[in-house]
């Protein structure tokens, strides 16, 4: 079965500050990986995306991963976070065969300090 | 934002009294999903559909159940509500089988007393 692994689970930081949240993940065959926000109050949106290509995607609002097949991992980076990135980070996986079952992580709580 | 709303928003309910969430979409998209969401435990997939009358249990379906009559509304059940089920209910829905992205829904607060 897939799982994933994000360390962090509060992470705070000045505006300005650069920012990596870490992902793992563990499935032995082909993965979709994807990266969503939440803001305060607000639903899950899609932040980023990766299905096969170039292994660093670029998403919205200046962030960045880069998918590292040897080491399992999918990490966030933005360079220069804002007060307006404060909110939680979730990633996730999927097998890309089958029906769609997506795993999520147990999230990121970003804060941001002005 | 895709075509997504759940009803209602928040709900407070005691222990024991049936729950029905429900989440209709405007996308015409084939599969819809029920997750919560708890600190510390991220999304865990209660219940999906891959088309009207088809459905499967996810990884926490123990105390819920699903129906799916029509494309656009997918319901969840609490035939009797734990206090272990206060939680924040997302419902998703995706178009495809392929490599294809979830959008959610607003969410449901739910209190269970």
């Known amino acids: 079965a897939q799982s994933v692994s994000q360390h962090n689970h509060h992470v705070i930081l000045s505006e300005a500050a650069s920012l990596e949240l870490g992902c793992n993940y563990s499935?032995?065959?082909?993965?979709?990986l994807f990266w969503y926000v939440q803001y305060p109050g607000q639903h899950l949106q899609l932040l980023l995306k990766?299905?096969?290509?170039?292994?660093l995607v670029k998403g919205i609002k200046g962030f960045e991963a880069e998918f590292i097949k040897s080491k399992f991992s999918f990490n966030l980076r933005k360079p220069s976070v804002q007060w307006s990135d404060t909110a939680e980070y979730f990633c996730a996986v999927k097998n890309s065969g089958g029906y769609q079952k997506v795993t999520f992580g147990t999230g990121t709580k970003l804060q941001v300090i002005p | 934002d895709a075509g997504i709303t759940q009803s209602p928003r928040h709900k407070v309910t005691e222990t024991g009294t049936p729950v029905t969430l429900r989440c209709h979409q405007t996308e015409n998209h084939r599969y819809m999903y029920w997750y919560r969401q708890d600190p510390g435990h991220g999304l865990r997939l209660i219940h999906y559909?891959?088309?009207?009358?088809?459905?499967d249990k996810g990884e926490v379906s123990d105390g819920y159940s699903v129906s799916r009559s029509k494309t656009e509304d997918f319901l969840l059940t609490l035939e009797s509500a734990t206090s272990s089920q206060t939680s924040v209910y997302f419902c998703?829905?995706?178009?495809?089988?392929?490599?294809?992205?979830?959008?959610f829904g607003p969410g449901t607060r739910l209190t269970v007393l």
């Open positions: 559909s891959y088309g009207v009358k088809d459905t």
């Open positions: 998703a829905i995706s178009e495809s089988v392929g490599s294809d992205t979830q959008y």
């Open positions: 990766y299905f096969s290509g170039d292994p």
């Open positions: 499935y032995g065959g082909t993965v979709n």
